[in-house]
Each structure stands twice: as structure tokens, then as C-alpha cells.
């Protein structure tokens, strides 16, 4: 599976969304879903699935699914 | 419509490095900012305003107006149009009691959470620990139900990794899941939190009533949430961390206090057991009866002013809570800034806070 869809298909079961919602749009408490429990829940996955640790300031400033990716870019996964 | 102050600088200040005088000075002008602030947009905090003399007259920070906390339980105070709202806190509150209601903004929302960060991240690193709550799993399943505890635990959350509970929901300690969770991190710093009372409950008063101890020498307690049932209890805060470091060998044992009115700007108890203002936060001790500034060494109602709250006033509050400043500047731990104890609640005050959210 590719990091992109990797990303999505995390996205995708945290939120209870579909791929097609997935855009710079999809902000931080967009759907109920993203709240901060939903948000933690999310980071964990994402932590898992690509080996990673962020750190904590990165986890606050998350607050979209495109800002996600610039993120993610930080600790080198290139979604 | 201009911003009351630019707050990217005010993030800058260093945590615990500004000297009293640098700090009064920095403060007043945030303070007095966010006062008008308040005074132009909520007419409640504005008739408030009206009906103190001289409220234009703040040489100090004595000087601001303050509102008693209990005031965000009859009114709905908002600085910002509703539309701005992004998020709804409510205090803990037993049924028959009102609960308090503060609106955030995604400013004072970001706030809180960079700020808190900062001063948590001053006392345990910028790194994130393993962490274990000293709590139930189902505290944080139901969203609906969102406790003064839920927000605790998953405030705190963004400063661990790798969240374990310790307890059942049936409140009892699994010791093979806290094993298994020790034996992965045996060389590194564990961030323990949990509420003051759930802590003393059902950590350290059922690990002395089976007699086992649970040693965690790497852990780092950060616990809050109120000693009002530890004090019915007659503990005190140095017994508490004395049978703590006996059934668990934790020496490194931090509490905390904060209300939900000024989320974010929460005050740590330092090694020395005084509890720290950082840059962006003060306290004053007031007489309870003439609510005059009472000297080092009085105790009396702890006001709390904060730089954080932008999206309803109560950026200067006045608490139910006694407490007494030990000092300023001068505590041993090399924390600049005021450093003061808390008391507890005074007598007649309703029961609220957060260990009021758990009854036995």
C-alpha cells in the first residue's frame, strides 16, 4: 500500500469518512469525529503505521488533512 | 477589527525566565489589552465594568477588575460573535449544581494548548514519554460525557505516547497490563497521570491494602484535580507523596492546579512543593471579607489572571479557592515568578472541581 493511501485509509477509519472528503478542506473538528479524542486516536494510527514519534507541538499544529501531510514530510515519509 | 494584542510574541517569553519586574510590566499591558478587549465586545463584563470607579485607572495589576469564578455558572459570557465558537467547556458539576460555561475561539483554543505545552514540556522535556494514565479506559469512550477527567487525561495525552490505563473499568488496578506496560520502558522516563483522589484511592491505597508494590523509579507523576476528599481524609499532600514513593517508589511526584475558566494556564508544583506562575500567568492572595491585595504570608482568595483567555473575560477571575504566596523570584528550584500553596476551597463555598467529578 502506498503512504498516500496509507494516510487515507487512516483518515478514512478514524473520522468514519469517505476518500472523497479528503481534501485541504478537511480541517480539524470539520466532522464531529475530529474532536481531540478522535484527533489522538488518529495520531496513534498514523504513529504506528509509518514508525514515527512526533513530537508534541507537531501533534497541536496537525489541524488539517493537508497540513497533516507537510507534517509527516518532517519525519520523511512523503506521502 | 484589530486584534487586542498580537500574541505570536507573547508565546516567545520564556516559561519560567522573566524577572518580577520585566514580568509586571509585560503583563499589565496584555492584561489591560485583553481588559478592554472584553469591556468593547461582552456587554455583561462591560455593565460590570461600569459599576467599578476608576476602572480606567490600572497602574498595576492589582488594579484590574476581577470577576468571581462562580459567575460563568449564571451567564454566558462571550467576547466573540457565536459563529466564532468552535468548542463548548463545561466544569465538572454534581447534579444540583450549575456548571460553568466557557466558550473558546480557535485563538484562545490554540493558546491554551501551546501554553500548556510550554509549561508542561518545562518540567518533563520536549520529548514524549510512555505514558500511564492511573485511570479506567472507559473515562475517555464516552465523548458525550466529557468530564473535567476526560479533558484532563486527554490534555495530557498529547504529552505521552503510547497511552496505557492502569486501571479496569471497574476501577481496580491490572497488574499484568502495568507490568507488561514497565517492562517495555525499563530505561526510560514514564509520564504518569491521574487525578489526585484516584491516584490516592486506587493506586496507593489498594497497592498498601494487597500488599504489593508496584516500583516505576522512572516515573513522573503529574496529578491534579483538587484535595478536597484527601483533606475530609485528613492527607496531606506530603503524606500523600511519602506513601506514594513507598508502594511505588516515584520520587518525582508533581501536582497541579488550574480551573477550567483558564484552561492552559495551569500552575506545577516544583521540588521544592511550591506551586510555579510562568510568564503568562500571575496570582494574587485577596482578603475574603474587603477583597484587599493581601501581603507575602497572608492567606486568602487565590485571583488568578491569565494572558490566554481572548473569547470571553476571564483573563482575571477571582477564586474560591484560599491559598498563600510563599514568594516570588526566589524559590530554590530556580523558577522565577510567584510561587504559592493552595489551601483548598473556603468553608461555604459550593462544592465544585475536579475530583468532585469522581464519588464514592
Known amino acids: ?63 488539517s488533512y493537508t497540513i497533516g501531510i507537510e507534517k509527516l514530510s518532517k519525519y520523511g515519509i512523503e506521502i | 477589527m484589530s486584534e487586542p494584542i498580537n500574541i505570536d510574541p507573547i508565546l516567545e517569553w520564556p516559561v519560567f525566565g522573566l524577572s518580577q519586574e520585566e514580568k509586571s510590566q509585560w503583563l499589565l499591558v496584555a492584561l489591560k489589552n485583553l481588559t478592554n478587549w472584553h469591556d468593547k465586545r461582552c456587554p455583561e463584563y462591560h455593565s460590570v465594568l461600569s459599576k467599578i470607579k476608576n476602572a480606567e485607572n490600572m497602574d498595576s495589576i492589582s488594579d484590574l477588575p476581577f470577576l468571581p469564578v462562580r459567575l460563568f455558572k449564571s451567564q454566558k459570557l462571550l467576547s466573540i460573535p457565536y459563529s466564532d465558537v468552535i468548542k463548548i467547556m463545561t466544569s465538572s458539576g454534581t447534579s444540583g449544581q450549575n456548571v460553568s460555561q466557557i466558550f473558546l475561539d480557535k485563538k484562545t483554543s490554540s493558546m491554551q494548548v501551546k501554553i500548556l505545552s510550554k509549561i508542561v514540556s518545562s518540567f518533563i522535556g520536549p520529548q514524549r514519554l510512555p505514558m500511564l494514565v492511573i485511570d479506567c479506559r472507559a473515562t475517555i469512550v464516552n465523548r458525550f460525557k466529557f468530564s ?44 504518569l497521570f491521574g487525578f489526585t483522589f484516584i491516584v490516592w484511592q486506587h493506586w496507593i491505597r489498594y497497592l ?138 473556603i468553608q461555604n463555598a459550593e462544592v465544585r472541581g475536579c475530583s468532585d467529578t469522581y464519588s464514592r
Not at chain 2, 148 to 162: E, N, P, Q, Y
Open chain 2, 208 to 345: 498498601e491494602d494487597v500488599s504489593i508494590k508496584v516500583p516505576i523509579r522512572n516515573g513522573i507523576l503529574m496529578h491534579g484535580g483538587g484535595w478536597k476528599q484527601l483533606q475530609s481524609q485528613a492527607v496531606s499532600p506530603n503524606e500523600f507523596k511519602y506513601r506514594l514513593k513507598s508502594v511505588s517508589e516515584i520520587s518525582r511526584i508533581h501536582n497541579y492546579y488550574g480551573m477550567v475558566e483558564q484552561t492552559g494556564s495551569i500552575f506545577i508544583e516544583c521540588e521544592e512543593g511550591n506551586l510555579h506562575t510562568s510568564s503568562w500567568s500571575e496570582i494574587i492572595i485577596r482578603n475574603p471579607t474587603d477583597f484587599k491585595v493581601m501581603p507575602k504570608g497572608g492567606v486568602g482568595l487565590i485571583q488568578l489572571l491569565s494572558v490566554i483567555p481572548h473569547s470571553y473575560p476571564g483573563h482575571s477571575l477571582l477564586s474560591e479557592d484560599e491559598g498563600e504566596i510563599i514568594g516570588v523570584d526566589g524559590c530554590s528550584c530556580g523558577r522565577l515568578g510567584t510561587y504559592f500553596r493552595v489551601y483548598g476551597r
Open chain 1, 1 to 63: 500500500m502506498s503512504n498516500k493511501a496509507k494516510y487515507d485509509q487512516i483518515f478514512i477509519d478514524s473520522f468514519s469518512v469517505t476518500a472523497d472528503q479528503l481534501n485541504d478542506k478537511f480541517v480539524y473538528q470539520c466532522v464531529p469525529a475530529w474532536d481531540s479524542v478522535g484527533h489522538m486516536g488518529m495520531i496513534a494510527a498514523l504513529e504506528d503505521a509509518f514508525g514515527i514519534m512526533m513530537e508534541t507541538e507537531d501533534i497541536i499544529e496537525f489541524g
Open chain 2, 148 to 191: 473535567a477527567r476526560t479533558a484532563g487525561i486527554l490534555g495530557f495525552s498529547i504529552f505521552g505516547h503510547d497511552v496505557e490505563f492502569a486501571l479496569d473499568d471497574d476501577m481496580t488496578i491490572n497488574l499484568d497490563r502495568v507490568s507488561r506496560f514497565l517492562e517495555k520502558y525499563t530505561d526510560q522516563d514514564i509520564l
